[in-house]
């Protein structure tokens, strides 16, 4: 079974400019997560998505955005890039996002911004 | 916010010996996870103990957990350099909920040759 895809694996962009990524979870997983690893601020959960719909939401300001298509893939969207948006960009996925269920990560973008 | 913290931020030995780490956290919890992560690459889920239980093992991994204290630890008997990596904890809350597992900071592993 293919894991969790995500890309692109790095990306460099300037301030101002906006990114997409793209995650695709493992065949039959319905729920994906997005977070962001800093050095500083470790792992910051971003959102959720499950059967196209956002289920959860982090702290993020509105520049970070996603989405989730019919068939569970899922993007994510930062806009007017800043500085303090580089960062490795995960993806995880699970069956439905229930509580006894382990998440399966991707091995992330890292998203360096100049 | 981080709601669990782990014990020691780095930790090295040498292969053979044995690694604990820990985890504290500060509210109530459904399960706790951990989870490890190679230099560049994705987390990878290790264990899951649910707040009822004491106890777990996979291979050489043990993990406790005591809700009284609100703490868990990771034993990773008979090290190998391939279990260089960083480890993390994350806690589901007890209530709220909310499915997502608060992560903590980690706890860097170097295992010597």
């Known amino acids: 079974k293919a894991g969790v895809t995500q890309t692109p694996r790095y990306l460099i962009k300037t301030r101002g400019q906006q990114v997409t990524l793209s995650c695709s979870p493992i065949s039959g997983h319905r729920s994906v997560s997005w977070y962001q690893q800093t050095p500083g601020q470790g792992l910051q959960f971003l959102f959720e998505y499950f059967s196209e719909t956002q289920r959860n939401k982090g702290n993020f300001p509105g520049r970070f955005s996603g989405r989730q298509f019919s068939n569970s893939r899922s993007e994510m969207n930062v806009s007017t890039l800043e500085l303090g948006d580089s960062a490795l960009y995960l993806c995880?996925?699970?069956?439905?996002?229930?509580?006894?269920?382990?998440?399966?990560f991707g091995d992330g973008t890292r998203l360096s911004i100049l | 916010s981080q709601q669990g913290e782990e014990d020691p931020q780095a930790l090295s030995i040498q292969e053979g010996e044995n690694a604990t780490m820990n985890c504290s956290y500060k509210t109530s919890i459904n399960n706790l996870q951990w989870y490890r992560q190679n230099s560049g690459r994705g987390l990878v889920h290790l264990i899951l103990?649910?707040?009822?239980?004491r106890e777990k093992h996979s291979g050489r991994l043990r993990v406790t957990l005591d809700t009284s204290k609100k703490s868990s630890s990771l034993l990773i008997t008979a090290s190998r350099a391939a279990d260089t990596a960083s480890y993390f904890c994350?806690?589901?809350?007890?209530?709220?909920?909310?499915?997502?597992?608060?992560f903590g900071r980690g706890t860097s592993l170097i295992v010597h040759p």
């Open positions: 103990i649910r707040s009822n239980e």
């Open positions: 995880a996925s699970s069956f439905t996002g229930g509580a006894d269920q382990p998440q399966h």
């Open positions: 994350a806690t589901l809350p007890a209530s709220g909920g909310s499915y997502i597992p608060t």
